[in-house]
């Protein structure tokens, strides 16, 4: 019979700071054919405090190459050699591992809180390991609500960014809690997961746990604490689902000016037109001879020939964008209307608009009807729920603004009710002249004005939640 291939060629234990940790290598290194280096990549020491290399590999050659370490273990090591990794160690190395194959992801969690409180102890005692029960060093701290939430958060960022790259990469990993470690089935599952035929009999006993009490007898303001953490969202209740498609940066639809170093960032449904004829006056030139048509290249080109350049974009309401959205895209028959989704929208979802050119018997009433209609199927849309794209032109102008950031955010985020302001320090900043902006006016067979209300306005609010959070929209008016 053919012996398996070995899986992995290293692994990496993910964890935190008085996660278990230490407690968990030990155990590891009880297994023939496991070798586990400690801290490989913290950027104060490599491996261990005390230590000066893994495998004749100085910390000096590591800070020069970190990669290179990967193979100086892998070479030298008989057997499957691994080590910790927290979130504050060498970035530089995050990448390569999650993304390789041949490593091995172990995820090792503990309750935050605990870790927090003897993360403090062992600061205050200066005891980071014990293995002697006569040496141990006991004390109570005082928990900071602040500095939790801080060190809570950078916790979540980084197993956020742990389990995105499990994901994009089609790879899972080995989930280990803090009370799975005295387990001798988990950790013997652990060695079958690394493709390592040794198995244990029991769980080392080098390291005693330091501070086995429970939180009341190791925090001096208790309830002070559980008042702090009762107000921190451990469900992320207030959170606003977020179901669109990530953006990225719309380079081609980028509009600078002919000769004044301004570019235009468009989100798709604002006053385009309107913006455009001021770049156009800015220099006193048509708008055909504004610049179009980027790439990242020619941007990048432009950016480096226009020393001081600024780039801007200009949100628009919710509420009016959204109606003008309907009233050019769907409602209209013309060029830049989207025809087979307005038929989809028709046939399908019902939607109550005629099937060709709007007619005089199109009022006001029938608008504001049709338009709620619409709104239904845009919150349907952009929760993942119907077989339609989600354009640009409905998207939320913070997923949009997103994908402004994976290029380069904008210098100046302007906001369409104050847009003479706004354009006025922009020509500023530029040390030109600001001409003077004229906003658009649309041919649409209705007005917003005609038909908002509290419900249009609720309607747009219950769809938009997170740009009216994020930009601190109000009712429209």
Known sequence: MTAMAQP???FVVFAEMRTG???????????DGITCYGEAYNPHFIGYPNSGDICGFTQNMRDADPLKLIEVMKQKTAGLPGFRFFHDHDPRVLGHILNDPACAKIILTRNPVESFVSWKIAAETGQWKLTNLKHQRTAKIRFDVEQFEKHLGALQSFQIELLQGLQVSGQTAFYFGYEDIKDIDVLNGLAAFLGVPARMEKVSEKLKKQNPSGLRD??????????????????????????????????PSYVAAAATGA????????????????LAALDGVGEDAL????????????????????????????????????????????????????????KVHKLP???????????AAAHRKAFLSFLEFIKANLNGQT??????????????????????????????????????????QLGVECPRYEAPNPDHP??????YDGEVEAAVRDIYQRDYMMFGFSAWN
């Open 353 to 363: 608009i005629p099937g060709g050119e709007i007619g005089d018997d199109y009022n």
């Open 218 to 251: 190791k925090v001096l303001n208790y309830d002070e604490m559980e008042t702090g953490l009762a107000r921190i969202d451990h469900f992320d209740l207030n959170r606003t689902p977020n179901f669109e498609p990530r953006r990225q940066a719309m380079v």
């Open 21 to 31: 940790s230490n407690f968990l290598e030990s155990n590891l290194n009880e297994f």
């Open 387 to 428: 077989n339609i794209r989600v354009d640009l032109s409905w998207a939320s102008q913070s997923e949009v603004m997103k994908g402004l950031g994976n290029f380069g955010l904008p210098d100046m985020v302007l906001r369409e009710a104050e847009i003479d302001m706004g354009l006025a320090q922009l020509s500023e």
């Open 446 to 451: 209705v007005l917003l004005s005609e038909i």
């Open 263 to 278: 570019l235009y960032m468009p989100i798709k449904g604002g006053p385009e037109d309107g913006v455009r004829r001021w």
């Open 8 to 10: 992995f060629e290293y």
């Open 291 to 346: 610049i179009t048509q980027f790439t990242q290249k020619t941007l990048r080109q432009w950016k480096r020939k226009n020393t001081g350049h600024r780039s801007f974009t200009v949100l628009r309401h919710p509420a009016q964008r959204i109606h003008a959205t309907f009233c050019e895209r769907i409602l209209s028959t013309g060029p830049e209307a989207f025809g087979e989704i307005r038929q989809t929208l028709r």
